[in-house]
Each structure stands twice: as structure tokens, then as C-alpha cells.
């Protein structure tokens, strides 16, 4: 058995700028979520009263993000009669869905070697099925007339290292091939898939949801957090802080939250990922790095980055430090972490050591609900007239459209190619309860970057990981 091979300093950290390049360019970042200044300069803003008086309805559907203002807005369409109201505790898009990078991705399985390690036997009918979801989002975009910035820009994956290149399959492309798309000395190959990601302003997908489900005949109450369900019968009567709504049927949609249901509250924990956006590029700058096709980027690593340009030409570079804080609690305090900010700043300039002089404008955290098996699960409760999905793992802005199909197809109680997915009915192993979470979690994490340091070796803890259906290498 031959050795482990011995750390080595990642090409990040081999091509690290001057310290004080990070610091100059951080200095005039402001701890804001650039898609909200956005939006709100552009006019895009909604607000929606809070629920105070005692209603009822055919639906109710807990959570005013991407997946139930999609279990809203299909739901209308499937019956335009059907009585529908939303419950949001903050204000719609204020938690993951406006503060993601607006990455579109097709994928339901969190990419190729989680679907296939997972469901081998249906992956190629999880595949179909992803691509038709993406099809019909991008229809949706037009007939709902979702003023969204969305752009079929496709996703270029790069290596950065020796040892991803083969990662990256037989289609790849050369450096020269893949610097000819967006130019960095770093980048070794890639792999250019045209059909695997548009790219969208992600809170504009949010209000621009809330206004067609609205105009379809969705009731959105904001600041109305439900504190809990009660069976009666025919029904299920949701409480809130203060008012009630007696439905037929509910569908929880509060993804990284904890539940209102016990029985998934071990389902997810929250893990925060962080983000930074640069100032407008200049044309020099943009001649320097290339980019015409603006295709989203990501790295190849365990600990990976994601990038993209705005609208307006500005960088967004994230990823990388995913946090779990003890408790799996989910805290504004936990969204400011200059570590991790200095080094996605240092990262960025190593990939782009033309662009030395740029600064960073915002920088902001989001909490991603994170369950085993890096996708979402399902299921009913209440004699079946609860449904729920959540732990997306990072990748819900397509997928979310899907499970909203899925609750309510549930609900409906349908047998279609949706429900009878194994990916449907089984559940994943939950997360156990602390200090262990909080053990493994932080072991993983210490173990993928220990990969990376190892020429992608993964140690004998990631093995057993994988081993017992609970490993990931992004």
C-alpha cells in the first residue's frame, strides 16, 4: 500500500497575491446582498401584508423562497380555482433564494457522480427528467413573463490542478482551448457543457415569481411565521403569531429552517456559504480575462469556487468555506467571516492576476439547507394532507420548480414519474444529533481540503464516507 502523498500548497495558494492587494481590494466592500441593491435600483420591489385575521384555504404553502412560490404558482395553474395562500416569515426571497449566485443548473442530482453513485438504475431516467425541468423553466420564464435576466450562457468546469484534469472526462478541452472561453494562467483544462446552466438574477426570480402568483390568485402574507399545525377534521389549521388558516393541505417549504414537522427536523443542517462581487470591470479589464460567452464558471476542487459575471459586468466569485456553526442554527451574526472573505478575495486574484487593481463592492452569506444525500427529499405527513421537501443542498433554483411538481403531486395522491423516482420515496439518513453532527462535519470538511492538498487523495475517513453512501467531492 503505497503512502499517502505528502500536502502541497493548492494553485491558490501557490499564486497568492501580496496580502495587501486582498486588503486594498476588500477595503471598500460593504456586508450588503448586491442582487437586493439590484432589484430595488431597477424598481423591482414588493411587499405583501401580514396575515391578522382568521381565513381558510384550499392550500397553504409555508415559505416565500423559490420552492413555494413554484408549489404556489403551479398550483394555480393546475387549478385556477383552487384557493391558495402563502405564508412568508420575513419578506419574500430574503433567506437562499436571493442571496444565491443565480446558477440555473439542470442537474437533480447534484452532478453525474453523486446521481450515479446514488441511483445508478434511474439515472439516466433522473437525466431525462432534469433536462425536461430545465426546458419548462426556461418556458416559464417567457409565458409567465419573469423578468429574470436569464441568460442560456452554459457552464465552463475547469482544472486547476495536475491531477483534474482527468476529472474532467474525454470532452475536455485544452488550456489553451479553455483560456480561449475566460483566460486564466491557472486554468489547465475544462469541459464546456452548453446545455447545463443559464444563468438568472436570483432575487428578481423571487419577486418576478411573487408577482405571476399573484396575478394567478396566490394570497402572500409576509411577517407571518407559522408556529405550528393542528389536525381537525377534513383539514389541517395552521397557526401563526396571529392569526390561523384552515386548509385542506399543506405544502412546508422552509428548506434550511427548522421544520414545523419533528419527524424531519434531523433531515438538514444549515452550512453557510459566502460570497463577494467586485465593482464593474472596465473594457481593458474585460480584454485582459476574456469571458465573451459569460458562461457560469466552477472549479473542479473538493472545496470549489463558482463564478459569473452581472448584468453589468461585475465579478461574482463565492464558495469554497462551507461553515457549519454548532447547534444548526441559522444567525445573521454567523454572515460575517473575514477569513473566509480574504481568502475568497486572494483566490480571485490569484485566478486573475491581471486584475490587481479591482475591488470588491459587496460581500454577504447565505445559509444552505444540507441534507446526506445532497438533494432534496420528500415526503407526506397528517394523513397525507402535509407535504414536504427540502435539504437542496446548494442547488435549488432549477431543482425547486421540480419539487414543487413533486408536493404536489403527492398531495394530489397521483402516481406519476415524478412519485414512483426512488429519489421520491426514500428518504436519507439524518443528520445525528450534536456534538456529533458538528464532529463528522467538521472532520469531512478537514478531510476534503486535505484532499485537495493530496493530489485529490481522499483519506480513510472520506472512504468510509463514500463507502456508507454519505460521501461528496463536489
Known sequence: MSPAPRPAPTAYERNAPDPRLVARALAPSEHRVYWSDE??????????????????????VVGGGYLGLWTAVQAKRRDPGRRVVLLEAQTVGWAASGRNGGFCEASLTHGEANGRARWPDEYAELERLATVNQEGFARDVAELGL???????????????????????????????????????????????????????PLLLVRELARAATELGVEIFEHSPVTGLDDVDGGVVVRTADARVTAEQVALATNVF????????????????????????????????GWEGREGLTDQANQFHYSRLTADGRILWGGYDAIYHSGRTVRAAYEERPATFERLASHLLATFPALEDVTFTHRWSGAIDTSTQFTAFYGLARRDRVAYAAGFTGLGVAATRFAAEVLLDLLAGERTERTELEMVRRRPLPFPPEPFVSVGVNLARWSLDRADHRGGHRNAYLRVLDAVGLGFDS
Open 147 to 201: 423578468d429574470c435576466q436569464w441568460e442560456a450562457t452554459g457552464g465552463l468546469t475547469v482544472a486547476v490542478e495536475p491531477h483534474e484534469v482527468d476529472w474532467l472526462g474525454d470532452d475536455r478541452l485544452d488550456a489553451a482551448a479553455t483560456r480561449a472561453r475566460i483566460d486564466s494562467p491557472l486554468f489547465l483544462g475544462g469541459r464546456f457543457d452548453a446545455d447545463a446552466v443559464a444563468l438568472v438574477q
Open 258 to 289: 427548522p421544520s414545523v414537522l419533528r419527524r424531519a427536523r434531523l433531515m438538514t443542517i444549515p452550512v453557510y456559504d459566502y460570497v463577494l462581487v467586485t465593482e464593474p470591470l472596465t473594457p481593458a479589464q474585460r480584454r485582459e480575462i
Open 39 to 60: 432589484a430595488d435600483a431597477a424598481g423591482v420591489t414588493a411587499t405583501y401584508d401580514r396575515l391578522t385575521a382568521d381565513t381558510s384555504a384550499d392550500l397553504v
